[in-house]
């Protein structure tokens, strides 16, 4: 069988793994217009922290060599012929017997009047993006970052790190991390971060750039701010062109529309990571998901179908995240209080604060948000911060909204504790919620 992938970021490794082990003797190639494959898009921020190096998060220069997985680096494909079963990258044609389109996301910069190009940056998975980030951080200290999600963070993380006396962290939105976080929870992280000299600039309008004496000035309403650098990190877009251009349909949400096998409206070509129009597992309404750990599983699922025939549906996503923030951990999963209720969902929500230890062992604290479908009396959102590891909490959340456990028995479940492990207060939160449904 001759397979071709289409993007080798973390769904088309994925996929090229997964394939090989399931057929030894497919011939795999993939395609990339990089001249180099990191090994996940989420570490270049630790590398620009100086917590680890390039070197350290590239894939393992054997990896493809061992498995037979032809590489094709700095290689553009630019048509799918389809009715011939080939691709066109570079000056050569590929046939293939399925493809595998896993071509990402590009970043959106918002039409911001005076963005000139200079000093400015956006952030993607390519690894020359941050590379370019990286050599440029020593030459200044100021910097204004856009955008106050996830990827925006951590850039305002990393700028902190290597010693900027001055960061803006800006965005549209009332509160950081808006896609996981509610207000009322992101409150308690926005504080540390003032504290540690972020200066957060909530609900901005942002009306123009200027530009001189080497400076860029971000205008507000009611003030301007001075800055080296501007670093634009407001979200991201399905990278469907090819797809488009080979008459692939296009979902609703602007990524490539699939089946529960992840296959498009080609019975030969399916889709996995950034590029996809995804779903949601709890509503199953259409979304995007861009998140390296949904383009890894996507691109196991996709690469499992191509081989053996749709043998494995892909369920959808449950949303869930986690990020450390001067030693906050935050995660979250399913909606927030605000989407639940802009999707017209009659939900009720409660926060709850705990100890996870008794006092004489400690004064960590758990602060949980709980969010509860009134009609089906299931979790539909929660949101976790502690200065304690809480991925497995995140993961049994998780797991509760994707099985639509009925919240009488989550109460019931068994937690465990030991005083050096101490307990987790969930089951507070979800009485709370109870007495709220009554």
Known sequence: MKIC??????????ASGRIRRLDDEAQIDIFSTQNEIGYAPCEPPFVLKGIVRWDDIFYPGKFFEDREIDIHLNTEVTDILRQEKRIIAGDRSYPYDKLLLCTGTVPTVP??????????????????????????IPKYSSAAVIGAGAIGVEITLALIARGYHKVFLLDMMESILPAGLDKDMASRVE?????????????????????????????????????DLVFLTTGARPNVEIAAKAGIDIGETGGILVNRYLQTSDPDIYAAGDCLENWDMITKSKTRRLMVTTASKTGAIAGENLVKGNSIPYEGTIMN?????????IGAAG?????????????????????????????????????????????????????ETIRGTINELSLAMAEKVPLHRLAMLESPYSPGVGRDPIEDGVRKLMHKLR
């Open 111 to 136: 039409p911001i009047p005076g963005l000139n190009g200079k000093n400015e940056f956006t952030i993607s998975t390519n690894i020359a993006d941050g590379r370019a980030v990286d050599n440029i």
């Open 5 to 14: 992938i289409i993007g080798a970021g973390a769904s088309g490794r994925s």
């Open 191 to 227: 504080q540390v971060m003032q504290d540690k000299g972020i200066k957060l600039i909530l609900s901005a309008v942002i009306t123009g750039i200027e530009n001189g004496s080497g400076m860029k000035s971000i205008t507000l309403p009611d003030r301007k701010l001075e800055a």
């Open 321 to 329: 995240f986690v990020i450390e923030i001067f030693g906050n951990q």
């Open 335 to 387: 909606f927030t209080e605000r989407l639940a209720r802009e999707k017209e969902m009659d939900v009720v929500a409660t926060t709850v604060s705990g100890p996870i230890f008794r006092p004489h062992l400690g004064n960590k604290v758990l602060h949980y948000k709980l969010i509860a479908d009134r009609r089906t009396k299931t979790l539909v959102g929660a949101q976790v911060i502690s200065d």
